[in-house]
């Protein structure tokens, strides 16, 4: 009986042994970088077309569909339309200009925080990149929380699993960010085809949700006369809307949240045969197109979609516990287009805000160990990819049990995340710019 204590423990450590091994495989990698789910077997070849790597950002930028209408009625109220249309000009106007410069300056994929780090002097530079981490930290956390809360309101709103799921926001929330976790416990590579068709989906069914709501709008003229008199009423002029409209701004900034996220997409462009390690001029153009239409259709969708929403749907259904709360596009879906095409959107939601979630978490695998172990902020098993995962996971699980599972109330978290990090890219450039004498 004595002997078996030995092969007992013996067998003990071999399980934690193996267990350890599995937890830091690739360890000594990571200075390579993981490479996500933005890698695949096309990262050794010379790439992909801009429009196809565009869908890489689109499962991030395009998916805010999902609940951003929806947020913006909330924040906006019936100013939701006027307040958008700001939200594009920002967009149009400023943000792109802006990451058209990052573009340039970063063909790599390091985007605007590793520009602050090579412009600034030493020790601020490490300040600045360390409080920029701490916001884009709390950009992708929240985007995964953020994703699964929507994912998981469409899947309980739904008339055919309501029934069923009923109250049960906070488990479903949990278990899609848990399974989350699971698949890049297990590896995860993306394929760009995955991406494409998820983007390809979820556009034309917006297409289809828009038309039609865009019909009821121009076959019953009476909505739009009630909003303007009722808007005119409440807010007086057109400077008085304006001024409201950039009070809410901030609230409705996720909508900017795909440009860093494009410009981390940039190795996976396929450029010209000319094109050198120092100067990709051809991957730099294709940025730049993906960078300018993934902006252009998503400023179409958002002043539409802000437009029929704030029309055809109740003011009382955006509310906490309203039907069109979270899912604006969705109510509208299963209001005119059926419960059988409502479903197959609701479906299509649910897997574009999975995959935002997953997005999230290879950005997060990528950023933090190239930085904190570097700067001896983190151990050196930082460096690998499980154990960061079991950390960021549970740092999410944390975060929806705080935050309740509510899409609404981590908003605010996380448009100040992409605020900041657009706030950064512009700081980024403006000293680019001054140095080069432009």
Known sequence: MAASTPAGSASGVAVRHRLRTWLLEGLTDMAKHHPGPHAGPQSAHRGQRWWRVMCLTGVDYFSTLGYQPGIAALAAGLLSPVATIVLVVVTLAGALPVYWRVAGESPHGQGSIAMLERLLPFWKGKLFVLALLGFAATDFLITITLSAADAATHLVEN?????????????????????????????????????????????????????????HVFTAPHVVTDWTRTLTTEHGNALAMVGVALLVFPKLALGLSGFETGVA???HIEGDPTDTEERPTGRIRGAKKLLTTAAVIMSVFLIVTSLITTLLIPESAFKPGGSANGRALAYLAHEYLGSAFGTVYDVSTIAILWFAGASALAGLLNLMPQYLPRYGMAPHWARAVRPMVLVFTAVAFLVTWIFDADVDAQGGAYATGVLVLISSAAIAVTIAARRAGE
Not at 172 to 200: N, S
């Open 159 to 215: 008339p055919h699993a309501g029934s069923v799921l009923h109250n049960q926001q906070m488990l479903i929330t949990l278990i899609l960010v848990a399974l989350l976790g699971a698949v890049f416990l297990k590896g995860f590579l993306e394929a760009i085809g995955v991406a494409v068709a998820l983007v390809g989906l979820y556009l034309a069914l917006n297409v289809a949700v828009v038309v039609v709501g865009l019909w």
């Open 265 to 267: 997409v940039m190795p």
